[in-house]
């Protein structure tokens, strides 16, 4: 199976402030038909888990644009330009090009 | 818009059969695909399996001779069933319509 390794696990973070999250992936997520899987969600407390961005960079809908995706390869960031209160939980990354689909183990955001 | 809500006992015996239904609203199951994933303590978020209305379907390896999942169009419903479970099933169950709109979660505890 495909490992995705985040980084930091915890972040602690100031209101106002960005905040930067790291997903790496043990083999490249890009498939055959060129696209590139890998997304983001996000856990709030108490909730299941939403999806932020698709194939690296695209926003699901409803989603403010204070987030943002980059990356390729086995190499991905998940941005947030300006950390808000509704912001907290723990975010995911997750790669959908190879089966088993995958995981990362979660980056949890809180404030300071 | 579509929502997902699952459904079944909340306690199963080890050895047993965990079932679990997962009900579509405000959509038709007669499109996309349809995910079961778990979320446990230990394993952190696990992608269980995924089936097409069609009935083409793909289970996580590590599980895929223990579990069943299929397709009832004309309740608009779609199943998970595991067999043998132990405590290491243990775990809130989440159905999904493809990556992006997920159930609310249903926790299952397997004891005796």
């Known amino acids: 199976d495909v490992v995705m390794t985040q980084s930091p696990l915890s972040l602690p973070v100031t209101l106002g402030q960005p905040a930067s999250i790291s997903c790496r992936s043990s083999?490249?997520?890009?498939?055959?038909?060129?696209?590139?899987?890998l997304n983001w969600f996000q856990q709030r407390p108490g909730q299941s888990p939403r999806r932020l961005i698709y194939?690296?960079?695209n926003r699901d809908s409803g989603v403010p644009d204070r987030f943002s995706g980059s990356g390729s390869g086995t190499d991905f960031t998940l941005k947030i330009s300006r950390v808000e209160a509704e912001d907290v939980g723990v975010y995911y990354c997750?790669?959908?090009?190879?089966?088993?689909?995958?995981f990362g183990q979660g980056t949890k955001v809180e404030i300071k | 818009q579509v929502q997902l809500q699952e459904s079944g006992p909340g306690l199963v015996k080890p050895s047993e059969t965990l079932s679990l239904t997962c009900t579509i609203s405000?959509?038709?199951?007669?499109?996309?695909?349809w995910s079961w994933i778990r979320q446990s303590p230990g394993k952190g978020l696990e992608w269980i399996g995924y089936?097409?209305?069609?009935?083409?379907?793909n289970y996580n390896p590590s599980l895929k001779s223990r579990v069943t999942i299929s397709v009832d169009t004309s309740k608009n419903q779609f199943s998970l069933k595991l067999t043998s479970v132990t405590a290491a099933d243990t775990a809130v169950y989440y159905c999904?319509?493809?990556?992006?709109?997920w159930g609310q979660g249903t926790t299952v505890t397997v004891s005796s």
């Open positions: 405000g959509g038709s199951i007669s499109t996309y695909y």
């Open positions: 089936i097409y209305y069609s009935g083409s379907i």
């Open positions: 194939k690296i960079s």
């Open positions: 999904a319509r493809r990556k992006d709109v």
């Open positions: 997750m790669q959908g090009t190879h089966w088993p689909w995958t």
């Open positions: 083999q490249s997520l890009v498939y055959s038909d060129g696209n590139t899987y």
